[in-house]
Antibody, heavy 116, light 107 residues
Framework: EVQVVESGGVLIQPGGSLRLSCAAS????????MSWVRQAPGKGLEWVSV???????YYADSVKGRFTVSRDDSKNTLYLQIDSLRAEDTGVYYCATATGYPSTLDFWGQGTLVTV | DIQMTQSPSSLSASVGDRVTITCRASQGISESLAWYQQKPGKAPKLLFY???RLQTGVPSRFSGSGSGTDYIFTISSLQPEDFATYYCQQYYRSPVTFGGGTKVEIK
């Protein structure tokens, strides 16, 4: 069964840093295009970043230079490092699988809440 | 970036009603459009891809259509479990972008 579980969301002061994790099971993160999508409280969905299966990374302009996506194949886990946090970064962060980019986001985790 | 405009932003309907949501792209997206359902406190779930192709396991009361810049999502007979917010998403061009969502409330 495909499953992704996000963790690492916290209440944090502006300017701080944190790392979100997305632990996968039922598939290998290295075989998928893995995206992060966020949702501010009461708002819609905003794509944030993607990590290609080959290792390339892309980011939304709103987070470029502050967010870094990576993965640890041995732990089958995707990460999102967030630096220089701002109030507008507050929201639920989801990781989602895809077979390409740009593409549909096929399977999503339950999300982790970041409050700045 | 391609802007996606959904309407209405919310609607209230009775069980058994036909519900229609529209999504307009700021440029043609060649049916590279997906629809998602999100229930409160839950992750989004992919319902459609390619504008009209139903994801496995999605009930047939849901349908999608459209081309170019204009797309339609329909629930033919609304069920209580369809209470949710629905989002469209274009994947024609990077970055992928979402519509603002349509909240469907049951009368």
């Amino acid at each position: 069964e495909v499953q992704v579980v996000e963790s690492g969301g916290v209440l944090i002061q502006p300017g701080g840093s944190l790392r979100l994790s997305c632990a996968a099971s039922g598939f290998s993160v290295r075989d998928k295009y893995m995206s992060w999508v966020r949702q501010a409280p009461g708002k819609g969905l905003e794509w944030v970043s993607v990590l290609y299966s080959a290792g390339s990374t892309y980011y939304a302009d709103s987070v470029k230079g502050r967010f870094t996506v990576s993965r640890d194949d041995s732990k089958n886990t995707l990460y999102l490092q967030i630096d220089s946090l701002r109030a507008e970064d507050t929201g639920v962060y989801y990781c989602a699988t895809a077979t390409g980019y740009p593409s549909t986001l096929d399977f999503w985790g339950q999300g982790t809440l970041v409050t700045v | 970036d391609i802007q996606m405009t959904q309407s209405p932003s919310s609607l209230s309907a009775s069980v058994g009603d036909r519900v229609t949501i529209t999504c307009r792209a700021s440029q043609g997206i060649s049916e590279s459009l997906a629809w998602y359902q999100q229930k409160p406190g839950k992750a989004p779930k992919l319902l459609f891809y390619g504008a009209s192709r139903l994801q496995t396991g999605v009930p047939s009361r849901f349908s999608g259509s459209g081309s170019g810049t204009d797309y339609i999502f329909t629930i033919s007979s609304l069920q209580p479990e369809d209470f949710a917010t629905y989002y469209c998403q274009q994947y024609y061009r990077s970055p992928v972008t979402f519509g603002g969502g349509t909240k469907v409330e049951i009368k």
